[in-house]
């Protein structure tokens, strides 16, 4: 399964800080949770690359 590979599967993204000065992404499909602690810096670098990646999605449609 790549990047480009679409699936028929639902899933719910939770974003959010947690008590411990994390940031929790928190993933559940199909009753598998996922439940991923980032620290600050790092969740930052994440949102650049989402943006990046949505910066280069337009791109594409264009």
């Known amino acids: 399964m790549g990047i480009n590979t679409e ?3 639902q899933a719910n993204l939770q ?4 008590d411990h000065g ?7 499909a199909d009753g598998v ?3 991923m602690d ?3 810096e790092e969740a ?6 989402l943006r990046a990646a949505a910066q280069a999605a ?5």
């Open 15 to 18: 974003i959010g800080p947690t």
């Open 44 to 49: 930052e670098e994440i949102a650049d690359e």
């Open 33 to 35: 949770e996922v439940p």
């Open 38 to 40: 980032f620290e600050p």
């Open 58 to 62: 337009r791109a594409v449609k264009a």
């Open 7 to 9: 699936r028929d599967i």
């Open 22 to 28: 994390m940031v929790r992404l928190f993933i559940e």
